[in-house]
């Protein structure tokens, strides 16, 4: 089972960007899947979380308006839109699969977990 983020980079502060998670090794349709980031020096915090259907989502305060937690079934992939970037977002963002259609904001809540990809946002 491997989930593999992509889509970061180095941008500017109000640029966007949209990070992609494909799994593979096994469909993660009944799940929850959630981002989490974690900057330099700091602890891995949460981002946002989506619910097996896509209906239900739960965003950081620090990110809510901005960023957006999507998912496409069919093809194995959640998504997070991030708008208006600010140096404060840059961290290496990880993409995780939770144990149930619904999970919380807690990284316990997850069994799978990605490799990363890297945002950096410049001032």
């Known amino acids: 089972v491997q989930l593999q983020a992509s889509g970061g980079g180095l941008v500017r502060t109000g640029d966007s960007l949209r990070l992609s998670c494909k799994a593979s090794?096994?469909?993660?349709?009944?799940?929850?899947m959630g981002w989490f980031r974690q900057g330099p020096g700091q602890e891995r915090e949460f981002v946002a979380t989506?619910?097996?259907?896509?209906?239900?989502?739960n965003y950081a305060n620090s990110v809510k308006g901005r960023f957006t937690i999507s998912r496409d079934n069919a093809k194995n992939t959640v998504y997070l839109q991030m708008n208006s970037l600010k140096p404060e977002d840059t961290a290496v963002y990880y993409c995780?699969?939770?144990?149930?259609?619904?999970?919380?904001?807690?990284?316990?809540?997850?069994?799978?977990w990605g490799q990363g990809t890297q945002v950096t946002v410049s001032s």
């Open positions: 995780a699969a939770g144990r149930r259609p619904f999970s919380g904001n807690y990284s316990s809540d997850y069994n799978y």
């Open positions: 090794g096994r469909t993660f349709s009944n799940n929850a």
């Open positions: 989506i619910g097996w259907r896509g209906g239900r989502t």
